[in-house]
Nanobody
Framework: QVQLVESGGGLVQAGGSLRLSCAASGRTFSSYAMGWFRQAPGKEREFVAAISWSGGTTYYADSVKGRFTISRDNAKNTVYLQMNSLKPEDTAVYYC????????????????WGKGTLVTVSS
């Protein structure tokens, strides 16, 4: 079992930055690939970024490539999402997720989910 708790969301102006954190419980965090997904009001949950268990491989949605960076610190059981040059269309609830089967860009490929943190970008 892995429990995930996101933090770092909030209100920011367009062009600003935020860093999301996801703290994981359990001793096996380093064996899980991690991902960030988001869901805007009235829309389906979508992939944002993923990282392999070692942190050596990362994946990004085209919409965030070059602006967002995913990273992890296995010693702290934490995964991060650095978000720069934020746009109003980035407004959503951001979810952290863990997969025992490797990085996935599909929500159904993830095994554990956090409850999410809200990011609001004003224009």
């Amino acid at each position: 079992q892995v429990q995930l708790v996101e933090s770092g969301g909030g209100l920011v102006q367009a062009g600003g930055s935020l860093r999301l954190s996801c703290a994981a419980s359990g001793r096996t965090f380093s064996s899980y690939a991690m991902g960030w997904f988001r869901q805007a009001p009235g829309k389906e949950r979508e992939f944002v970024a993923a990282i392999s268990w070692s942190g050596g491989t990362t994946y990004y949605a085209d919409s965030v490539k070059g602006r967002f960076t995913i990273s992890r610190d296995n010693a702290k059981n934490t995964v991060y999402l650095q978000m720069n040059s934020l746009k109003p269309e980035d407004t959503a609830v951001y979810y952290c997720a863990a997969s025992a089967r490797g990085p996935s860009t599909r929500a159904y490929g993830m095994d554990y989910w956090g409850k999410g943190t809200l990011v609001t970008v004003s224009s």
